[in-house]
């Protein structure tokens, strides 16, 4: 026998109720500025690299929790557009959170390594 998710109806789109009553049912499981940001900065706060904030997503209001995500990039402080450059990106999709930590890690090894700091 079938199972299907108690709000809404099968086969219909959801509306501003089934949003209502799926966000009462839910709680914050993780932060952005905590599980991200703090992290970020610590990683490369008093190394070679520079963070730099260059947008910001606006979502989710009305959830409870962040309403608004800085967007961040990590170059080094002796940034020289001459020389090869790689990109890394991490995001989130839900609460999964394996792009956002495999991208810090990378990071947190990359700062111990002087042959990226210019």
Not at 28 to 42: A, T
Not at 61 to 73: M, P
Request: charged fraction near 25%; include cysteine.
């Amino acid at each position: 026998k079938p199972s299907f998710y108690r709000i809404g109806k099968p086969g219909s789109p959801g509306g501003d109720d089934e949003k209502k009553a799926w966000m009462a049912q839910i709680s914050i499981q993780r932060l952005y500025k905590s599980e991200v940001v703090d992290k970020l900065h610590s990683v490369v706060d008093e190394s070679a690299f520079d963070v730099v904030e260059y947008g910001k997503i606006h979502c989710c209001s009305g959830s409870g929790g962040e309403n608004q995500y800085s967007l961040y990039a990590v170059k080094t402080k002796n940034w020289d557009s001459s020389k090869p450059s790689v990109l890394v990106t991490g995001g989130t999709h839900g609460y999964e959170t394996s792009g956002v930590q495999g991208a810090l890690l990378f990071l947190k090894e990359l700062v111990k390594d002087d042959t990226f700091t210019g």
